[in-house]
């Protein structure tokens, strides 16, 4: 990752979270609120959590705010909530990601809305930044789809979408940290953020400064859109001081 950020304005970042995430009575994330703070939803579709009533009223509360949604397919371990590493074939992730976006942009269509992206969940997100050839099968489902695939800078998701085609969205976490080769920490049950902290990285990031990671390194981390995830404790409160830096929707 030692490129520099190629955002110029504040207007050009958009800020995305992981919608959708319940399963029947149980819900999730904080998802009304932060409708009204984002720009972009990334919806789960099933198989870490998301049922099908979930998906319909999550895109339905997306179109009434005015957010755009892509598909945030996971790995098929609802008890470890997509955060457990599985040995998958690139031909079984290609069929878990179609299957999991096709779902998806049936509901969109429902509600009239189009397909934005698609964003891998978890480990599964992880998987793809260190695998090529598994990526390879996840950018061509975007590419059917005609989607822009959200991920990591500098990473196998990069790597892959620039040779296959596919439009590539960078994103910025706030809320994970990173180790020292620009990989995130992914977190079995996410720690309260301080909002403070994830505005200040942001507005260093914008500035062009570098992010640190957990052992010092200086990371240099191009990004076009901000992620905050859902099921934090506090994460209405970081997404506000987020949006605070990035200026209105």
Do not use: W
Request: hydrophobic share 45%; glycine share 10%.
């Amino acid at each position: 990752m030692q490129a520099t950020v190629t955002t110029d304005t504040h207007s050009h970042v958009t800020l995305n979270s992981d919608l959708g995430e319940g399963l029947g009575i149980h819900e999730f994330g904080n998802d009304e609120e932060l409708m009204r703070i984002i720009d972009v939803a990334n919806v789960a579709c099933g198989y870490h959590s998301g049922d099908p009533d979930v998906m319909n009223r999550t895109v339905a509360l997306a179109a009434s705010h005015g957010v755009a949604v892509g598909a945030h397919p996971g790995l098929p371990d609802v008890v470890g909530f997509g955060r457990r590493r599985m040995v998958l074939s690139p031909e079984e992730v290609g069929s878990i990601i179609l299957y999991q976006t096709g779902a998806l942009a049936a509901f969109l269509k429902k509600h009239g809305l189009e397909l934005n992206h698609i964003k891998p969940h978890g480990a599964l997100y992880g998987m793809l930044a260190a695998d090529e050839e598994l990526m390879q099968a996840a950018a061509s489902t975007a590419l059917q789809f005609g989607v822009p695939f959200y991920g990591l800078a500098g990473t196998a998701h990069e790597i892959v979408c620039r040779a296959m085609g596919v439009d590539f969205v960078p994103e910025l976490y706030v809320d994970l940290n990173y180790g020292p080769t620009g990989e995130l920490l992914i977190q079995r049950r996410p720690a309260p953020t301080d909002p403070v902290a994830a505005a200040e990285r942001v507005s260093q990031a914008l500035a062009g400064e570098r992010v640190l990671a957990v052992d010092g390194t200086k990371l240099d981390i191009p990004f076009q859109s901000v992620c905050v995830h859902s099921d934090a404790p506090n994460s209405t409160a970081v997404a506000s001081a987020v949006r605070a830096v990035l200026g209105p929707r």
